[in-house]
């Protein structure tokens, strides 16, 4: 599976959108792009993912580049309650062995 | 239950005990994964199970970590002879089969420490 780089860490103002990079320049054909979520003290929890075209649900919008090497997870309108640490990951979507590898990820600070 | 169920919540052992650690996922998915996360650091994969499929456990540690999973279920990690390195969040996780995919469900983790 391809690995991702990103940045260790980020702040966001309350109320602005919080735009969080990954690079994962090695991703293959077959490889979708997720983002998971780690607030303090609990366990991951999942956001959005993506193939090829952009991607929005109700907590976030997922945008990949055209070449796919890169995306950008984008929190709208960010809270305290989004203070965390987001993990950006590729993985096949099949049913063989498609375990997933988490890196450090980018712990995003809220600050009011 | 509607989540991943994992048991104990916290456990604290003597170095050199063995321990267990209890996944229950969440009912009807297929594919079942162990991972570790010690203080500050990013997830460590472990181990995953796919339905009847061998494991993968390229990511155990050393052989005294081992883990099973009876029936297609529940699953349960020991780590015999424990040492203090070991100490960390054990946190397993499921997801379903189908155009879910990789989208696994994550359990509260079991905060294990070795004195």
């Known amino acids: 599976d391809a690995k991702t780089t990103q940045p260790t860490s980020m702040d966001c103002a309350e109320g602005r959108a919080a735009n969080l990079p990954c690079n994962h320049s090695?991703?293959?054909?077959?490889?979708?792009v997720y983002w998971y979520r780690q607030i303090h003290s609990q366990g991951p929890q999942y956001i959005i993912h993506g193939l090829k075209n952009n991607e929005t649900n109700e907590m976030a919008s997922l945008i990949i580049t055209e070449d796919r090497k890169s995306s950008t997870l984008i929190l709208p309108h960010a809270t305290l309650r989004d203070t965390a640490v987001y993990y950006c990951?590729?993985?096949?979507?099949?049913?063989?062995?498609?375990?997933?590898?988490f890196g450090t990820g980018t712990r995003l600070t809220v600050i009011p | 239950g509607a989540g991943v169920s994992q048991s104990p919540s916290n456990k604290v052992t003597e170095k050199g005990k063995d321990v267990e650690l209890r996944c229950d996922p969440i009912s009807g998915h297929t594919a079942l994964y162990w991972y570790r996360q010690s203080l500050g650091q990013g997830l460590e994969f472990l181990i995953y199970f796919q339905g009847n499929s061998a494991p993968d456990k390229s990511g155990l540690p050393s052989d005294r970590f081992s883990a099973e999973r009876t029936g297609g279920s529940v699953s349960t990690l020991t780590i015999q002879r424990t040492q203090q390195e070991d100490s960390a969040v054990y946190l397993c996780a499921s997801s379903p089969q189908g155009n879910r995919g990789n989208t696994i469900y994550f359990g509260e983790g079991s905060w294990l420490t070795v004195v």
């Open positions: 090695t991703i293959s054909g077959n490889e979708y």
């Open positions: 990951i590729v993985g096949r979507q099949s049913t063989g062995a498609n375990n997933l590898f």
